[in-house]
């Protein structure tokens, strides 16, 4: 409400990671900056350890390179450093240092002492964080895959890519069973990737299939 900002304004009422997370979002501001935010303000009733786990899980599931590093750990090419990570998802390095060392607090990544990468997430899902901030960080993830689309749709080969649609006359009581037929067509499409093993680059899924690894020419 307007006397809420007013008082937010003014210094009288503190901001809580909630506020935080609910202004970011309709902001439009990335997962980092929101997480930022969050962490220079002093959020009561919250111990820092509780914040930073939360805010942790906002950040992994609303940027989308951190479902991507965890998949491109199982590539055939893969290669540790840095450096190629971010050339490979064209990401900056920080970015890839801050996802890293997320990824690893949170026990989702896991670097052996001989610095072989590994995957520890548990089949791509994530509950330790509460539903209003899921349902933003859900968002800010669709809008990024989207954007994503968007540049694949000008910068990646036809024959590199699949970017499909179709416009129909619907009744919304089959809307339920059209979801549940989504759902499954995309659980279809996970296992008949997986079957051959090793894979050498990472996709997304969205009715739009498109790289997010660069190819190398």
């Known amino acids: 409400s307007s006397s809420a900002l007013s008082e937010i304004l003014s210094g009288k009422r ?9 202004l970011g979002v309709a902001l439009g501001l990335p997962a980092r ?7 220079d303000a002093s959020v009561a009733g919250k111990s820092r ?5 939360s805010l942790d899980a906002f950040a992994y599931i609303a940027d989308w390179y951190h479902f991507a590093i965890l998949e ?3 590539t ?4 540790g450093n840095k450096a190629w990570i971010a050339s490979t998802l064209g990401i900056s390095v920080s970015e890839v240092n801050i996802a890293v060392e997320r990824l690893l607090r949170m026990k989702l990544l896991q670097i052996g002492k001989d610095g072989v990468w590994k995957d520890l997430s548990p089949d791509g899902t994530l509950t330790n964080i509460n539903e209003g901030m899921t349902s933003a960080a859900a968002k800010l993830l669709q809008r990024q895959i989207l954007e994503l689309a968007i540049r694949a749709l000008n910068e ?5 890519r699949s970017q499909t649609a179709i416009t129909v006359g619907i009744q919304l009581k089959d809307l339920p069973e059209a979801k ?3 759902a499954k067509f995309r659980r279809s499409m996970l296992k008949f990737f997986e079957r051959s093993g090793k894979p050498d680059h990472v996709y997304n899924l969205s009715l739009s299939l498109y790289p997010l690894t660069k190819f190398k020419t």
Do not use: A, G, Y
């Open 72 to 74: 491109l750990v199982k």
């Open 156 to 160: 990646t080969p036809l024959e590199l």
């Open 49 to 53: 350890e509780v914040q930073q786990m």
């Open 14 to 22: 503190q901001l809580t990671s909630k506020m935080i997370v609910r």
């Open 180 to 182: 549940q037929k989504i």
């Open 33 to 39: 900056d929101i997480q930022q935010f969050s962490n």
């Open 76 to 79: 055939k090419s893969f290669n």
